[in-house]
């Protein structure tokens, strides 16, 4: 939906620049005959390629809205940078023609051919050119940054240049309009009798100017060279938001307003298919919302444990150790490399008993990540349901003091309340509505409140844990 819109605002704005090109090209070539001037003349032809290639503009950003086929797999997006290769060539073409006639007047030092016939015609077409000049280019700038268009993206780059040769024209038939008022045979008289010559090579200055920005952008997109932001983008998204699998390599291929991410991703050796799979669209679900449209190929790469992350090698070794481990700290100071983490043991296990595998894994963490110290705080490990001995409620009066203490704590209403009983075990899940907009952060320390209150609140009958709702 999102690209079918941005592909009708693209084609609109290209119509847009398609019917004032041809308003703008009929003015000046009628204005530019009538006076003489090769100021306006090299305006006129200018507009006429601007015509060309916003027609050129139209059809391309038709074509490359096209969905990908079998001999175009990747869409036909290129076609708009085909059309500003184009436009960049017919730009050139213009300059040259431009500075030969140009050269070529000034050559002559004939008066008949330097002389512009001057009225208030020319200064209104000029100036008439130069604001529909800065309300396209405005338009089709904004367009093209919205919808990523390298066609519309030469089209604006395009006009804005066209307003400064045409303040350079207009300067040149005001030269040329005050010549009568200046000493035969001055200097004065010899500099504005040639404004509108040295007008039309500023103009050419200005079209060259934009050959080599467009030539360059449209020749590196079609061989797929990436800007860079993208690139940078995708590395620190990953870095940031999926730190447990690291960007081994990454491919950037950016046609038309789509982009195409290849990327190797590093996952534990021994990971199960399906959770690799499910890895694998969560990584392409961050990837549309960090780059809209973007088409993501994950590729899983196994890892050994040296080829990992320092914390995915300490989760790693923890597993290994049978451990369970959180709130992981690693910091580099002045006083050293150290390592801090939560270590998880069995409640009623003694200290005693487990010291030699908590030192063994002390010791392994240490020589594996080359640490200068490895602080280990210990914690209960709660996975493990304890054993109650009162008697659970009826379901229905259970369900109704939960939500009855979920009301008297200011929390939200339940949106279903589970409870999973093994013998004497029993695991009780309130499930809350969705607060999407707290951060994880936020969003832990509100549940492990809930959970602390309701503890308390309600009598010893289950473990009971608030999650919110799927």
């Known amino acids: 939906m999102e690209h079918s819109q941005h592909d009708t605002e693209k084609a609109g704005a290209a119509l847009s620049s398609v019917i004032w090109s041809g308003l703008l090209t009929g003015m000046k070539l009628v204005v530019g005959i009538m006076t003489g001037s090769l100021g306006i003349l090299s305006e006129a032809l200018h507009s006429a390629l601007d015509l060309v290639s916003a027609g050129a503009t139209l059809f391309a950003v038709k074509l490359a809205a096209q969905p990908a086929d079998e001999d175009h797999p990747y869409g036909h997006g290129n076609v708009e940078n085909l059309t500003a290769l184009g436009e960049t060539l017919l730009l050139l073409v213009t300059a040259l023609w431009v500075i030969w006639e140009a050269v070529s007047r000034l050559a002559a030092n004939d008066p008949e051919e330097l002389h512009v016939e001057t009225s208030v015609w020319a200064f209104a077409v000029v100036i008439v050119s130069m604001l529909v000049d800065i309300n396209r ?30 303040a350079a024209v207009l300067a040149g038939i005001s030269g040329a309009a005050v010549v009568g008022y200046t000493i035969p045979g001055s200097w004065l008289e010899w500099v504005f009798m040639r404004t509108d010559v040295f007008a039309s090579l500023i103009v050419a200055v200005f079209i060259l100017s934009v050959c080599k920005e467009l030539g360059t952008k449209a020749i590196n997109n079609l061989m797929d060279k990436s800007d860079g932001e993208t690139y940078k983008l995708v590395r620190r998204t990953m870095r940031e938001r999926m730190p447990y699998y690291p960007l081994k390599n990454l491919r950037v291929r950016e046609v038309g307003n789509h982009t195409y991410l290849d990327m190797d991703v590093a996952v534990p050796r021994d990971l199960h298919m399906d959770t690799a799979h499910e890895i694998a669209d969560a990584i392409e679900a961050l990837m549309a919302d960090t780059i809209p449209g973007a088409d993501t190929m994950v590729h899983m790469h196994p890892a050994e444990l040296e080829a990992m992350s320092p914390e995915m090698l300490v989760r790693q070794m923890a597993l290994t150790h049978r451990f369970g481990v959180h709130g992981l700290i690693m910091h580099h100071s002045e006083q050293g490399f150290v390592i801090f983490t939560d270590l998880e043991l069995p409640p009623h296990a003694t200290l005693r008993d487990w010291r030699p595998a908590v030192e063994a894994f002390r010791n392994d963490v240490r020589r594996r990540l080359h640490a200068d110290k490895v602080v280990l705080h210990v914690e209960p490990d709660v996975r493990e349901l304890p054993h109650y001995t009162d008697p659970m409620p009826e379901a229905a009066e259970w369900q109704e003091s939960v939500r009855r203490a979920m009301i008297s704590l200011g929390a939200p209403l339940p949106q279903a309340i589970e409870t999973y009983t093994s013998g004497d075990r029993r695991l009780c899940v309130v499930f809350i509505p969705k607060e999407a907009e707290l951060t994880v952060e936020e969003s832990h320390t509100r549940l492990s409140n809930l959970n602390r209150k309701l503890k308390t609140t309600l009598p010893a009958v289950a473990r009971i844990v608030v999650a919110y709702a799927e």
């Open 137 to 166: 280019a405005a338009m089709l700038r904004r367009v093209a940054k919205k919808t990523k268009s390298p066609a519309l993206e030469a089209d604006a780059a395009h006009f804005a240049t066209d307003i400064w040769s045409s």
